[in-house]
């Protein structure tokens, strides 16, 4: 061989030098594999530390459709079919309007004249109030027989839910002490007043620790975080240890 020529790797002395040979490892063909074992932590959210927890809720608090935005809609979507059943009820047409986020309530109530009080209030009660709450009919010896027993506050007997109570409240109010010079629209607007107040009270309940946390102690059972409170994305924990 002509001096300062060396055979190519893996060519035998007879085998003249190529340049055009490129030298690849067998790592660089995949030949040879190194795994890495790598154990990582995962904790429930009841294992996590309080400022961990904290973190989560204030993620869940800030996501567009996260629990604060469903017990919201939902407490929304309840609370308009309890409009719905005591205007319905009371004879009254109404619209919600909005003030800078907060709800208020215009309505006219299908009377002759609105600011009447007194004997005409009564009236008026007992024209709607006792037709939407009482007992209708009761079951005796086989005969239906009409009732006289009233609905009474704790009952929800507009739609069943808690929000009927608030709205008839002041007029569960009304027949304990009789205020004889309250008008028909000044007890009406009370019973909307008095829905909008536990509204706001319930939206604001829905974006604190307390509801947040209860409702993923309730609904996140499965569901694994990182030390720091990062959701765990990866595999499914039960796939990974069948593999073990």
């Known amino acids: 061989m002509g001096e300062g020529l060396r055979p190519a790797r893996g060519s035998s002395p007879c085998t003249p030098p190529n340049k055009n040979i490129i030298n690849l490892s067998p790592r660089q063909h995949g030949e040879v594999k190194h795994m890495k074992d790598v154990k990582i932590k995962l904790y429930t959210f009841d294992e996590l ?18 629990f604060c935005f ?24 109404y619209q919600i309007g909005d003030d800078h986020g907060r709800p208020f309530i215009t309505f006219t109530v299908d ?13 008026y009660l007992n024209n709607h109030y006792f037709a939407a709450l009482s007992r209708r009919y009761y079951w005796k010896n086989g005969k239906s027989r009409k009732s006289r027993i009233m609905y009474e506050a704790g009952q929800c007997p507009l739609t ?12 569960f109010d009304w027949f304990k002490a009789p205020d004889w010079n309250l008008s028909i629209h000044d007890l009406i607007d009370s019973c909307f007043s ?5 509204w706001d009270e319930q939206d604001e309940y829905f974006l604190t620790d307390e509801y947040i946390e209860e409702m993923i102690l309730n609904n996140w059972e499965d569901k694994l975080f990182y030390e720091d409170g990062t959701e765990y994305d990866g595999p499914d924990v039960d796939k990974l240890k069948d593999v073990a």
Do not use: H
């Open 160 to 171: 069943g839910i808690c929000w009927d109570c608030d709205i008839l409240q002041p007029i």
């Open 70 to 93: 469903w017990g919201i809609q939902n407490n929304g979507d309840e609370m308009q079919d309890t409009l719905k059943a005591f205007a319905s009820a009371f004879d009254v047409k």
């Open 111 to 123: 009377v002759n004249d609105e600011d009447e009080s007194g004997k005409y209030l009564l009236r």
């Open 194 to 198: 008095s829905l909008l107040n536990v």
């Open 49 to 66: 530390s309080r400022e961990a927890k904290d973190d989560v809720i204030e993620r869940e608090r800030k996501e567009q459709y996260g």
